[in-house]
């Protein structure tokens, strides 16, 4: 799958986004190294601390799959009806790719025509892994 391919994957997923409360939409399109993709979009609650982002829906769907070893990973997003030129992860999404994914894991941001790769390690250096803990 090409990066364009995955950036469209993202923008198809923000389709889905459950956002009445900020009506920001976001879409994201994980790849595993073996290929598959899966897809999240962030999913809001009235209680507003139980909404979960695009990319640990993704990540999560993924890993309760079986799924540990990814390789890419794109971000879309933006206010309802428009789309953003950068959506950047938050930084507990950062966290939940750190956990499962390389310092050179890549990650698309942007939107479907106009993108750029960045690398985890740019996006959340100096990070608290396992090793921290052992
Ligand atoms: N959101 C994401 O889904 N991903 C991000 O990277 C940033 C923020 C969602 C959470 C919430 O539903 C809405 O965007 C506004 O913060």
Redesign the pocket.
């Known amino acids: 799958m090409t990066d364009a391919e995955l950036m469209a994957a993202a923008a198809a997923a923000r389709e889905k986004s459950y956002?009445p409360y900020?009506h920001?939409r976001?879409g994201a399109a994980l790849l595993t190294k073996q290929g598959k993709l899966y897809t999240g979009c962030?999913i809001?609650n009235a209680a507003y601390s139980a909404?979960v982002?695009?990319?640990r829906t993704a990540f999560f769907k993924a890993v309760s799959e079986g799924e540990r070893e990814f390789s890419a990973l794109a971000?879309v997003?933006g206010k309802e009806g428009e789309t953003a030129p950068f959506?950047?992860?938050?930084g507990v999404?950062r966290q939940v790719m750190t956990e499962f994914c390389s310092r050179d894991f890549k990650v698309l941001l942007g939107d479907p025509t106009h993108f750029e790769a960045y690398t985890l390690d740019m996006l959340l250096p100096f990070s608290f892994t396992d090793k921290d803990l052992s």
Do not use: K, L, R
């Open positions: 956002s900020s920001f976001v962030n809001e909404t982002c695009a990319e971000i997003g959506c950047a992860p938050c999404c």
